[in-house]
């Protein structure tokens, strides 16, 4: 969890609040991070080209036959009760309807093994070769990142297939029928649960049991609704949903590259005053001649 930062006297009743927009919208830059950092690397251009650009021509043909057969008729059911915003919750419906088809034939099966790859080339760019060693053969002698990937020497899973996440989903897609508020509550709510899993790879490596992981996704829960919220609003993006299924993937390992930097930073620099807080006593007086 990022550190609270402290205000000035006068503004410090809007601490609380401030540190909580802080923390959101910093998870909530990685997913846009992660593509300008995916851009930035060639590297991870063939893993998109060769293995899923076409998933990429598929999910299309299945959104463009969704959108020919069965928007007209949720827009003209939706109108009834949101008027002129009903194209809006009309298009997040139909969307919502393909991401449930894509998620259940082949995002499970056919990606996850191209996001472990990205997760962990990511990982060693930010220079935790040492973490990603003990998982997987690694060829130090290779030109990039992504080449000195070998054979996993364990499990290696970025978002394990979930029917209970598929069964959320659907089950949330009604949501879209409530008028002004339905359709981002649909977001933020299956965001939230996208979100979860965002460092599940990162657990994976450190060797973090069931109970582990959970208390470490609930002590940066809000920060995982907002990095998923993020990557759900891309992942609804037809054509590109599966590009930014990689690019989002980059970012969360470029966040738990800096968690885990941050983790192995010892608290205090050698040489370095710790910093003292006014508000704070002074440390008790202790008569020790030794």
Sequence with gaps: ?????????????????????RRALGAASYPLRGIYYFLRHPAFYPLFFGRLLPLSIISTLVYIILFVFT?????????????????????????GEGLVIIQGLFEGFFVDECRV?????????EDLESLVAPHR????????????????TSAAVYQPWSLIQIIELIVCLPLNFIPYFGTPAFIIITGARLGTFAHYRWF????????????????????????????????LIPVL??????????GSSLWAAKLEHQMRRPLDAPGEVPEHNDDEPPPPYVDDPV
């Design 1 to 21: 969890m990022a550190p609270e930062t402290r205000l000035l006297p006068p503004l410090r009743s809007f601490e609380r609040p401030y540190n909580y927009f």
């Design 71 to 95: 928007f007209l008729p949720q827009f003209a059911f939706l109108a009834i009760f949101h008027g002129r915003g009903a194209w809006l919750n009309a298009v997040v419906l139909v969307l």
């Design 117 to 125: 790859d990205i997760f962990d080339a990511t990982l060693i760019n």
């Design 137 to 152: 053969l690694l060829f130090p002698d290779a030109p990039n990142s992504v080449k000195k990937l070998g054979k996993p």
């Design 241 to 250: 949903s599966f590009f930014f299924l990689l690019t989002s993937t980059a």
């Design 204 to 235: 994976e490596l450190r060797g973090l049991d069931k109970k582990e992981r959970k208390a470490a996704i609930r002590n940066r829960s809000w920060e995982y609704t907002w990095f998923g919220t993020v990557a759900m609003i891309l992942n």
